[in-house]
């Protein structure tokens, strides 16, 4: 395991994705698959680090889950009130309030660090 090291730039990036194709499929407790485990943790980080991904739009995630679950807008009523306050925030008119957040990540499973991002306005609004 010598020859595993920090991923510090590009090269170093191409140099693990090769040696990590060469490992592909290692056996289970062997050295291989313990290099294996090290290389994916390695260039994760490394990708964290580099590309991090952004988290989606609160009312995109809303909608996902909708699409997700088959879901209506009058299923959300429960958990956002009343018919035009769904559609309210469904049109990003209205911000999702703490007790809502609270509500869409217990009963949805929507990632509460999602949900507490300002929500973007629509594009037909600017």
């Known amino acids: 395991m010598a020859d595993l090291k920090p991923i510090r730039n590009e090269a170093d990036y191409q140099q693990?994705?090769?040696?990590?194709?060469?490992?592909?499929?290692?056996?289970?407790?062997?050295?291989?698959?313990?290099?294996?485990?090290?290389l994916v943790a390695l260039i994760d980080d490394y990708e964290n680090s580099n590309d991090p991904i952004d988290?989606?739009?609160?009312?995109d995630a809303i909608l996902f889950r909708?699409?997700?679950?088959?879901?209506?807008?009058k299923d959300l009523e429960p958990i956002l009130g009343s018919r035009g306050r769904v559609a309210e925030i469904l049109n990003r008119k209205r911000p999702?309030?703490?007790?809502?957040?609270?509500?869409?990540?217990?009963?949805?499973?929507?990632?509460?660090?999602?949900?507490?991002?300002?929500?973007r306005q629509a594009k037909d609004a600017a």
Not at 16 to 37: H, I, N, Q, Y
Request: charged share 25%.
């Open 96 to 119: 999702l309030s703490l007790e809502m957040i609270r509500r869409l990540h217990a009963e949805l499973g929507i990632p509460a660090e999602i949900l507490i991002q300002p929500i």
């Open 66 to 73: 909708m699409e997700q679950q088959n879901l209506t807008r």
């Open 16 to 38: 693990a994705m090769v040696l990590l194709k060469s490992l592909w499929g290692a056996e289970t407790d062997t050295p291989e698959r313990d290099r294996f485990d090290l």
């Open 55 to 59: 988290l989606p739009d609160p009312i």
